[in-house]
């Protein structure tokens, strides 16, 4: 079978976050959001995207015809036509996204497909956007996928791809879990759960009770995240006693919100640079943690900022190296500053972890940064995050 993700507003990041969940051998990438991948068995796409941050959607390629509109709409209707029979009585709503350089004629399609159940009595809806693609909101809020279909249409080659849209990100739960905790320091940021999910993946954890640090721990995102994924061996430290605080009530917060039970977790107000005293030699199986990125506001020196965080993150790394199990990994938040040099710590001890496999590497839609680290941010940012995925040699 045929699979394709829609991959989130920073592609790269995506990519690789799905490189360390499947085996990707047999995936192409079609244009910068859209993944084709190919496997033998079926996937199960609704537990699959709650446990990935950076895919949008997840669906199955139904059908493959030629360039051809008269062929393109018997397939889409064909589609129609199962799914309507899948979803029983009441309305069937449908919507279509394109992806891809190639814009279809959606509003042509849907016209024709709402005409043809018009005339067979089966009360339909055509749901349409301004946008070229319907998003998980609109999707969700005309269940598209519970009594409905997205077609989703993309060109490969000399060939059409029609695809069916089988989930898409729950964006309600991962807005609850942003803005919704009780304890927020937006003057400090806080990382999104998304990108915290990515974190969590990229560190490609095998056990669930693997014991996971996180030694800026903040508000508790990063912990809260892997306790949800069902990850129960965590501890998580931080210089400020406000943040314990507040990642205490952050975590209560999730843990009766999900009725989560049976969680090792230690939270100390510790500095960093003595983590080896509290936490045991070789015993850590991943340290995940975006650590303190500078100052965000107000005027900056830049080079002074640089160089304390390169002497704070070198600290870190040599004490991550103390307790971390051999082939352990650092996944690691590093600030980029536009229009400066990129943060350069010593990271002696540990070699940086290319997610993507070699044919993803190649293709030129995929951005890495010359050391092959991954970045987040959105266009106009002043700083970027620089994922960093270091593996202790």
């Known amino acids: 079978m045929k699979y394709f993700f829609i991959l989130g507003n920073n592609p790269t990041l995506s990519l690789a976050e799905l490189s360390a969940v499947l085996d990707l ?30 895919t949008i959607k997840i669906g199955v390629i139904r059908q493959m015809v ?57 009360s339909c809806r055509l749901v349409v956007s301004q946008e070229a693609t ?40 991962l807005s609850r879990r942003d803005y919704g905790r009780p304890a927020r320091d937006d003057l400090s940021g806080m990382l999104p759960p998304k990108l915290t999910q990515i974190m969590i993946n990229l560190a490609q954890i095998d056990r669930l009770d693997a014991l996971i640090i996180d030694p800026f721990c903040g508000s508790g995102t990063i912990l809260g995240e892997a306790m949800l994924r069902g990850y129960n061996n965590l501890i998580g430290s931080d210089i400020s006693s406000q943040a314990i605080v507040n990642t205490k009530k952050n975590i209560s917060w999730l843990r009766e919100l999900y009725q989560i039970k049976n969680i090792n977790l230690k939270l100390l107000v510790k500095n960093v640079i003595d983590l080896s005293k509290f936490i045991k030699i070789n015993s850590v199986s ?10 965000q506001r107000g005027l900056i020196e830049f080079k002074i900022v640089i ?5 704070l ?81």
């Open 25 to 54: 051998k047999n995936a192409e990438l079609l244009s910068p959001d859209f993944l084709l991948w190919e496997i033998d068995q079926e996937i199960q796409a609704n537990s699959l995207i709650n446990s990935l941050g950076g």
């Open 66 to 122: 030629k360039n051809n509109d008269q062929e393109l709409f018997s397939a889409v209707k064909n589609l129609a036509i199962n799914k309507k029979h899948e979803s029983g009585e009441g309305k069937f709503n449908f919507g279509f996204s394109d992806y891809g350089q190639r814009e279809f004629n959606k509003k042509n399609l849907g016209l024709k497909l709402k005409k043809y159940f018009t005339d067979q009595k089966v």
């Open 134 to 173: 319907l998003s998980s909101v609109v999707i969700t809020q005309n269940k598209l996928i519970s009594r409905g279909v997205e077609i989703v249409l993309i060109e490969s080659g000399q060939d059409i791809l029609i695809g069916e849209t089988l989930a898409v990100q729950p964006f309600k739960d």
């Open 286 to 295: 991943a340290v995940i943690t975006e650590p303190y990125l500078g100052p």
């Open 307 to 311: 160089q304390n965080l390169e002497e």
């Open 313 to 393: 993150y070198t600290l870190a790394l040599q004490e991550f190296y103390k307790v971390l199990k051999k082939s352990g990994r650092v996944v690691m938040v590093w600030p980029l500053f536009y229009g400066q040099k990129p943060i350069n710590p010593d990271y002696s001890g540990f070699k940086i972890i290319n997610l993507l496999p070699e044919k993803l590497n190649s293709n030129q839609l995929v951005k890495l940064t010359n050391r092959h680290t991954l970045t987040y941010g959105r266009p106009g940012q002043k700083v970027y995050r620089e994922i960093v995925v270091l593996e202790k040699e």
